[in-house]
């Protein structure tokens, strides 16, 4: 079974989210996916809106963290992993220039929530779950990703997903502006939603879309220093407890080293 699958219907995709028996947590071949599919989809005149949902229920469940070990054992593979594999699809989904819909149900967490929030409309059921709760495995959200979050929450609700990790509810994530409605049948009303965005000018969406990018506040990148010092958490003890905890099935025991 494909693991990034796309149907068309007229001038709307649906990009759906496939990692059977895990909650859809994106693995690596997924995050390469996600970009060679929204370079692709932009690509196509023909599209006028794009929704993005998840296989059997659920949105997905962040990063794929049992490969962890292979992907992003260390520093130089943790680098890359996150300014590369991630930003590459978070980028990819941000600039594509059709407007895209997360049609959330079931768990959005870590990198699942992070792909919602790519996205420029967010609609989910009442019983969806959202967080980011990697402080339990030992590391920061990198700079990149954190910059998404940041300009869509701000900085008051960014650190408050952060620093308690907590898995929330659809009404606390609609509160914290994270979502644009709650609804009972999200497919249904993502398919309303895209077909008003379809009725309208595509060449006026994708310029709205533009324009609004353009003229959002953009922070200046980090120095090298700077992000050597971001990823300087794949040399701690706490993040290789934090992952060798969650794959254990217990409780970790951090000591701030």
């Known amino acids: ?8 219907d007229g001038v709307i995709a649906m990009v759906t989210l496939s990692n059977p028996g895990k909650l859809n947590a994106i693995d690596i071949s997924m995050w390469h996916g996600l970009a060679e599919t929204f ?3 932009s690509a196509d005149e023909s599209l006028r809106c794009i929704i993005v949902t998840g296989a059997e229920g659920n949105f997905a469940a962040g990063a794929d963290i ?9 520093y130089a593979q943790g680098v890359d992993y996150h300014t590369k594999s991630i930003a590459r699809a978070l980028d990819a989904i941000a600039r594509c220039v059709h407007p895209t819909i997360a049609a959330i149900e079931g768990v959005c967490v870590g990198g699942g929530l992070e792909i919602a929030s790519a996205c420029d409309l967010r609609i989910a059921s009442p019983a969806s779950r959202f967080g980011i709760p990697i402080n339990r495995l030992g590391f920061p959200l990198a700079p990149g990703e954190l910059q998404g979050l940041l300009q869509l929450v701000g900085k008051a609700v960014a650190l408050e997903i952060l620093l308690e990790g ?10 914290k502006g994270l979502l644009h409605r709650v609804v009972d049948d999200v497919p249904a009303e993502a398919r309303q939603t895209a077909q008003r965005i379809a009725q309208g000018a595509p060449l006026a969406a994708r310029m709205n879309k533009k ?5 959002s506040p953009e922070v200046a990148p980090l120095t090298e220093e700077e992000l050597r010092d971001a990823f300087s958490f794949f040399h701690s003890g706490d993040y290789r407890e934090g992952v060798r905890a969650f ?6 025991e951090f000591n701030g080293q």
């Open 1 to 8: 079974m494909e693991k990034i699958r796309i149907d068309k």
């Open 247 to 252: 794959l254990e099935k217990r409780k970790p």
């Open 66 to 74: 049992e490969e962890f070990s292979s992907v992003r054992s260390s």
């Open 39 to 41: 370079h692709a989809l």
């Open 166 to 175: 907590r898995v929330f509810d659809a009404a606390e994530a609609k509160e």
């Open 211 to 215: 324009l609004a990018r353009r003229l």
